[in-house]
């Protein structure tokens, strides 16, 4: 497949909202959101819809939807669904020309890694699902522009489409959220936690718990109400028909995973988190705090010592960096500490081989990685599907962007499931944790339950 690209100027918008409600009901319709203009890290916008293709991968490696590629490993079979599609060369920063778009599952860590078989499928969606899309409309906040990038004739019919009229519609949970765990099976299993990591089993492991609630309407409307409560740098949406009902996937992610930009690579691991105070003296207090915790800076610092490892598996030996280590950084609802890990990616080595080698990210598995996600595996009762996933696009020129899917609800049929979860140490403290893994998510599940008297139970 070839295309020769044009990039047209478009109308800017301080945010995506309009723009996306257009295509909303387009087949593959995708958003990644940089939560603009509350968000003020944030710089783009990616929308598209309608890909030449769609690769799916399910939980046993089987690939569907391209027959030629059916045979290879799953990110080889990216690879070469990227590979079919070619675009004159165009001296662009625009961070998307065409290429793939979708999301990668925690539980296609279980692909790659011998985790088990422990957990049980909570949700059906697929362990992967990438399109192959050769057109996207791209917001540049920094300066303040809008691109349409497309082929004369996708030029056509995206302007067509985002000229169609609007119909917003109403969304609404029909319960309230419940909890799988109880505090007490989860304070349980924070004990067995404590128990691997006084064994030497690990140093550090990211327990997390899931909260489900039956909804009717609109998802668009209800990614909508999250955004509100919680704009975030690296959010996300896209939704697909299924038999079991729409699917989809509302992300609302504070923390990048993997960017990679002409080989310079980037990963931004969040680990330590406060919330928001109610006054600014609070607020402050609640900052310093977090700063001042050796708990949380060695939560850090164990995660940027696995990232490291990872990237060095495909960067060049001597050019893993880290030139921030436990920066705070403030969001609408938490304070977090961020460190920054930077890398040259190794000659010859391409994005979706540092993914590969990095997936699925360390902020939310544990260290040593492979052995925290058996004991996650273990003790967390079902599996965690595109949850601590990543959302993000390859580009075709060999540019990557991609988050970590945490604060992320994703649909499936009538219900509607979040996670919330927090790494634990030897010194931390089971009720606090508990406390943690609510206070991360509590935002999103009132958000999603304005007309819902008790937004959760069993919390």
């Known amino acids: 497949m070839s295309a020769r690209l044009h990039i047209t100027p478009c109308p800017y918008h301080e945010h995506p909202l309009e723009h996306f409600a257009r295509l909303r009901r387009r087949p593959g319709a995708v958003l990644l959101d940089s939560g603009r203009p509350a968000a003020p890290t944030g710089r783009f916008d990616i929308l598209s819809s309608d890909p030449l293709t769609t690769l799916e991968i399910d939980d046993q490696r089987h690939v569907a939807g391209t027959p030629e590629v059916a045979r290879l490993s799953p990110f080889a079979a990216q690879q070469a669904l990227l590979e079919r599609l070619e675009v004159e060369a165009i001296d662009s920063e625009l961070p998307f020309l065409g290429g793939l778009i979708g999301y990668w599952s925690y539980d296609l860590g279980r692909l790659l890694e011998p985790v088990g078989e422990l ?39 995206v302007l067509g489409w985002l000229a169609q009229p609007v119909a917003p519609g109403a969304f609404r949970l029909t319960a309230p959220f419940a909890g799988e765990l109880s505090r007490a099976d989860y304070l349980q299993r924070f004990s067995a936690v404590q128990h691997y990591i006084r064994a030497g089993d690990c140093y550090q492991i990211n327990l997390a718990q899931r909260f489900s609630a039956p909804y009717a309407g609109d998802l668009w409307s209800a990614y909508c109400r999250l955004r509100e409560a919680t704009p975030t740098p690296y959010s996300g949406f896209m939704a697909w028909p299924s038999a079991q009902g729409e699917q989809a996937i509302l992300s609302l992610s504070p923390e990048r995973f993997l960017e990679c930009q002409d080989g310079q690579v980037e990963t931004r691991p969040i680990k330590g988190t406060r919330p928001r105070g109610e006054t600014a003296e609070a607020d402050r207090d609640l900052a310093d705090e977090l700063i001042a915790s050796l708990k949380d800076r060695a939560e850090n ?70 052995r925290a996600m058996q004991i996650i595996e273990e003790l967390e009762p079902s599996r965690r599907s595109a949850y601590c996933g990543s959302l993000g696009y390859v580009d075709v020129r060999g540019r990557m962007d991609t988050s970590i899917a945490i604060r992320t609800a994703v649909a499936d049929g009538d219900r509607l499931h979040l996670w919330g ?39």
């Open 119 to 157: 957990a049980q499928p909570a949700v059906t969606l697929p362990a992967s699902r990438v399109g192959l899309y050769d057109w996207a409309l791209i917001q540049d906040h920094e300066r303040r522009e809008s691109w349409l990038v497309a082929s004369d004739e996708r030029r056509r019919q």
């Open 301 to 370: 610092v164990m995660i940027v010592d696995l990232l490291r490892n990872d990237l060095g598996r495909v960067c060049q030996p001597g050019s893993v960096r880290v030139p921030q280590l436990c920066g705070l950084e403030s969001y609408a609802n938490v304070h977090h500490l961020v460190s920054v890990v930077t890398g040259k990616l190794d000659a010859g080595r391409r994005p979706l081989e540092l993914l590969a080698a990095a997936f699925p990210g360390g902020s939310i598995t544990g260290a040593p990685k492979v």
């Open 421 to 459: 979860g927090g790494g634990l140490v030897a010194d931390s403290v089971g009720e606090e944790e508990y406390q943690e893994t609510l206070d991360k998510i509590r935002h999103l599940m009132d958000a999603l339950a304005r007309d819902v008297a008790n937004p959760a139970e069993n919390v």
